[in-house]
Each structure stands twice: as C-alpha cells, then as structure tokens.
Nanobody, 126 residues
C-alpha cells in the first residue's frame, strides 16, 4: 500500500514561487508513475503534471497552462516527487494532490492513478 504525504503549500503573491513535495512510502517508488492534480474551489479536478516510472521512457507531461512555469521531478533515493511552481498566477490557486499509479506509464486521466495524497492548499494572491 503506497502512502503519499504532500507538503509545501501556502500563500504567495502572483509572480512568486513555491515547491511542493510529496513523500511516498510503501511501494516500489522507482517503477511507478507519479503526478500532480489540482482542484480549485467550485472547479473540476485538473491534471497538472506527471512523470513515467524512472526505468521507462522518463516521459514528462504538463497541462498547457503550466508549461514553462512548473517542473515535476523525482528523487528516487528519498522517495520524493516535487512540483516546482514559478511565475504563479491567481488561477493556480487550488488544492494540489500528489498521485501514484501501480503502472509505470503516466497519464492525464485521474482514473489511472491508484493512490492519492490528502492535498495541500496553494493560494496565489493578485
């Protein structure tokens, strides 16, 4: 059973940066696909970024709205996945969820992920 615990959320002004961390335990971290989703107040859950299992193709995906601003990375030695968020905008305000799949192949489909963290709030003020 994989457990995911996010940290690093908070309040930041527009144009600022935050780095979210997600510590994983209980699984073969190196092999699984990892990602981030977010859900703003009154909005549907949205894919943000994902990364294939490290032994696969090392493919990384981003939603268009964060390309060039957000970077997903993983530290297999520490079992941690990060989301570096730069040039933040008020529309990035949401609860951010770390996700993991039993598969090595990442996806934009939330249904493809088997494990979810409890979420961390990111608020960007104008």
């Amino acid at each position: 059973q994989v457990q995911l615990v996010e940290s690093g959320g908070g309040l930041v002004q527009a144009g600022g940066s935050l780095r979210l961390s997600c510590a994983a335990s209980g699984g073969a971290f190196r092999r699984v696909a990892l990602g981030w989703f977010r859900q703003g107040l009154g909005k549907e859950r949205e894919f943000v970024a994902a990364k294939d299992g490290d032994w696969l193709r090392r493919t990384t995906y981003y939603v268009d709205s964060v390309k060039g601003r957000f970077t997903i990375s993983r530290d297999n030695a520490k079992n941690v996945v990060y989301l570096q968020m730069n040039s933040l905008k008020p529309e990035d305000t949401a609860v951010y969820y770390c996700v993991a799949s039993r598969s090595s192949t990442s996806s934009r489909d939330p249904g493809q992920y088997d494990y979810w963290g409890q979420g961390t709030q990111v608020t960007v003020s104008a």
